[in-house]
């Protein structure tokens, strides 16, 4: 029984479930992914996590990060820079709300990846930040 | 007193022409109200909402963009209770109209 709890410990620690649409829509990108690049594999939180935290010219010309609205904790709560609005974690583990609607999940990938990066992420780059996010 | 109130709605209406509706769009308040007060589309003429709607990408600064057909929906909704009859709004809507540009 320990050899068997001991071999899904390191599933559980990788990464919390999507619901099905959403399973769905990384599969996707996962597509996607493949086909930009045949040596693909899968997504990576460790990836996601420096998409997530690392700096660039935001839109603004000012150098911003996703942590400069939603914060490096993911389960608190997050602040706009630039209008104060209060952001529900994204943790999954604090707030059940988040990854669960794909055109909510488009629609914020896409404006905070324009935000941030001045362009769309690719599939391979959303996918590692979803991935990342939904390991909190 | 409690006749010249109603008596100034009265002559407000028939100056201003329409009194701004309350917001009553669940899209429009999920959309626009989830990121700030949802202004009552009444309270600005129909070439703000237009304009506005056209570079949501770039919306004070920040990308608000939403797919095709909601912006779409929104834009109708806006338009067709946009604010135009109403005389003091076309005075403010120009410094924001300005101010959007």
Known sequence: ??????????????????NAPMQ???????????KADSSFVDFDIVRGEKIFTSSHGGKRGEKISCTSCHMVNLR?????????????????SVNSATLTVIKDVKKWLRRNFNDVYVREGTALEQGDVLYYINSK | MKKIVPFSMLM??????????????TLYLKECGSCHFAFSPGLLPKRFWVKMMAKLDNH??????LDSKDTQTLLSYMVKNSGDKVLITKIHSQRLIIYAE
């Open chain 2, 60 to 65: 004070f600064g920040t990308d608000a963009s």
């Open chain 2, 12 to 25: 407000a209406t028939l100056v201003f022409g329409e009194v701004v509706k309350p917001v009553d769009n």
């Open chain 1, 76 to 92: 608190l709560k997050g602040k706009h820079i630039y209008t104060n609005k209060i952001i529900e974690p994204l943790a999954p």
């Open chain 1, 1 to 18: 029984m320990k050899i068997i709890m001991l071999a899904i410990l390191p599933l559980s620690i990788f990464a919390g479930s999507f």
């Open chain 1, 24 to 34: 769905a829509y990384i599969d996707g990108l996962k597509m996607e992914a493949k």
